[in-house]
């Protein structure tokens, strides 16, 4: 079985060599036959530089370097791409995901697994973040689709068929861990303790976790879209009762001036209440522009190996087809050549 890892690499230049070292180490005890893509995702710094003595220096380490910074997911998907493995490895370059614990995972998929994912502990963590991410995966399985498990992320080994489902899927909108979810197939689990990085510090502040938080709860689910409708009528009614209770007081008790107060905190309340509402369309709204201008999702500016690659991927339903038709085209070319020999 070859094994293809991919790992995305974003101003990585202070843990790369570590890296190298330990995927030399570990994957060559595992198999004899694998590759390694390195996808560099619009590095400011080394990065680049350091991805390409690699491939000078081992042949079985290629590269991708995007045109720009386009993000992981797009790096991962650039990867995922190019992978010829029968077995695709999805791991970070800081070495939070231990490469030796692949000699763990593999295994599973000689079995009925075509996912096997790892699971890390908190330990470590701050304990606000802890609190806060348990939550935030309670509230997901609440409101998406698909469940999604605390611990649970990016790091896992998936078979050549749960492969091509990703790149089935060409939605430009990609939030990962909720499509590694989505697709289904016999997934197994194995737990690992958290690691700290080996070097340089984290990429992710906290805005980009709650932007992030947000594409998760809305990439599979309409939810909030329903939640704003319930929550019209719970406010109309509500309005409606205030003003029945209004004409009630006014014929009993005569008209009034006061109530300033309280028609102020009710415009200023009900206003902010319909900004939110009309964020949350937005962001659908955002989210359909997106995907109807039908743009790649990542650029190649350059590719070890001699064979040029396309600036892009067809993906979606057309790579699915194209790779349909590919093996298609090989099974007659072996048969073409089979029928020659005989």
């Keep these: 079985m070859k094994l293809s890892v991919v790992v995305p690499c974003y101003n990585e230049e202070s843990v790369l060599e570590q890296l190298f070292q330990a995927l030399v180490e570990q994957l060559g005890a595992i198999t004899s036959e694998y590759e390694v893509i390195l996808v560099d995702d ?26 720009r910074n386009f993000g992981k997911e797009s790096a991962m998907l650039a990867g995922l791409s190019q992978a010829r493995g029968d077995a695709v490895a999805i791991m970070d370059a800081d070495l939070q995901h231990p490469p030796h614990l692949l000699a763990q ?12 994912v790892a699971r890390r502990t908190r330990t470590g963590d701050a304990a606000v973040r802890t609190f806060a991410s348990r939550q935030y995966y309670r509230l997901m399985n609440r409101l ?31 939030f990962s861990k909720g499509l590694f979810s989505w697709i289904g197939f016999n997934t197994a689990t194995v737990d690992y303790q958290n690691v700290a990085r080996e070097a340089g510090e984290s990429k992710w502040r906290l805005r980009d976790l709650v932007n992030y938080g947000i594409d998760g709860i809305l990439s599979f689910n309409t939810k909030p879209l329903r ?30 001036a006061p109530g300033y107060v309280t028609l102020i905190c009710a415009v200023v309340g009900f206003g902010g209440l319909q900004m939110i509402l009309l964020g949350v369309i937005g962001e659908y709204l955002g989210r359909i522009y997106a995907e109807t201008k039908g743009r790649p999702h990542f650029l190649l500016k350059e590719a070890s190996g001699p064979v040029v690659l396309p600036v892009t991927e067809v993906l979606g339903p057309a790579h699915e087809q194209l790779v349909a038709a590919i093996e298609q085209a090989v099974a007659r070319s072996a048969e073409s050549k089979a029928t020659r020999e005989g």
């Design 227 to 256: 939640f704003a409708i319930h929550l019209g009528i719970v406010v109309s009614l509500s309005a409606l009762v205030y003003a029945v209770w209004v004409l009630v007081q006014a014929i009993v008790s005569g008209v009034s």
């Design 105 to 116: 995972m593999l295994p599973y998929l000689d079995g009925d697994y075509d996912q096997v």
């Design 144 to 174: 998406s689709d698909v469940p999604l498990e605390d611990g649970v992320g990016d790091f896992r080994v998936l078979s050549r068929t749960a492969v091509r489902a990703l790149l089935a899927l060409g939605e430009y909108n990609r």
């Design 42 to 67: 619009g590095s400011r710094d080394a990065t680049l530089a350091m991805l390409r003595e690699f491939s000078r220096r081992d042949g079985r380490f290629r590269y991708l370097a995007l045109s």
